[in-house]
């Protein structure tokens, strides 16, 4: 089964800090790699997404990496903000699918000053 | 462009009650999904469409749930009749190329409460 899995399902760290949030997947054959964040009470937003052909992704402080071959991809946030705190979500487009996004629970993170 | 709109942002109904969701997607993208989040299950798939057809609905969770397409700007999620566990949040996606390097974009959201 397709499958996408985050640890920890939830992370504090104190303001300042560098952090990496983590993300499985089932199956080496995907088509992209999306991370997401979501506020309580609200929706998605793209924070970042890997194409199957590239190694990593950056947007200011946030960098994301995607080794296939292991089945993983992490989120790298550099000097974290209380203003990140929020619910980080992965998802995956496998390969053989017509496109549907196969989403983890979500790594619930909370940086305190 | 706006981005993907949904309505209504709150829906509050009464067990039995039909319930409507409905939802815009940016114009251009073909592609057009419905999905549900829960805490227990996180976000599921319920039904996706391509330039306005279904193509799979295995992830509508039976027969009073459905959903339409009339034309490229316009979907329907309809719940009837509706039960308590429905409550969830339901959101609705759209994307010119799912596979491509620009991904989904994702609604606000319709946060169900069927009481």
């Known amino acids: 089964k397709q499958e996408v899995t985050q640890i920890p399902a939830a992370l504090s760290v104190p303001e300042g800090e560098n952090l990496v949030l983590n993300c499985s997947f089932t199956d080496s054959a995907i088509y992209n790699l999306q991370w997401f964040r979501q506020d309580p009470g609200k929706g998605l937003t793209s924070l970042l997404l890997?194409?199957?052909?590239?190694r990593e992704q950056t947007s200011g402080r946030l960098n994301a990496s995607l080794d296939k071959s292991s089945g993983r991809s992490t989120l790298y946030i550099a000097a974290s903000q209380p203003g990140d705190s929020a619910t980080y979500l992965c998802?995956?487009?496998?390969?053989?699918?017509?496109?549907?996004?196969?989403f983890g629970k979500g790594t619930k993170l909370s940086v305190k000053p | 462009d706006a981005g993907v709109i949904q309505s209504p942002r709150h829906e509050v109904t009464e067990m039995g009650q039909e319930v409507t969701l409905r939802c815009k997607p940016i114009s251009g993208h073909d592609y057009l999904f419905w999905y549900r989040q829960t805490m227990m299950r996180g976000l599921e798939l319920l039904i996706y469409?391509?330039?306005?057809?279904?193509?799979?609905d295995s992830g509508m969770p039976e027969d009073r749930f459905s959903a339409k397409m009339p034309n490229a700007s316009f979907s329907t999620l309809k719940i009837q009749p509706s039960e308590p566990r429905d409550s969830a949040v339901y959101f609705c996606?759209?994307?010119?190329?799912?596979?491509?390097?620009?991904?989904?974009?994702f609604g606000s959201g319709t946060r169900l409460t069927v009481v």
């Open positions: 996606a759209s994307s010119q190329a799912p596979t491509g390097p620009n991904g989904y974009t």
């Open positions: 469409f391509n330039n306005n057809v279904p193509i799979d």
């Open positions: 998802a995956v487009v496998y390969g053989g699918s017509q496109g549907n996004l196969i």
């Open positions: 890997i194409q199957s052909s590239q």
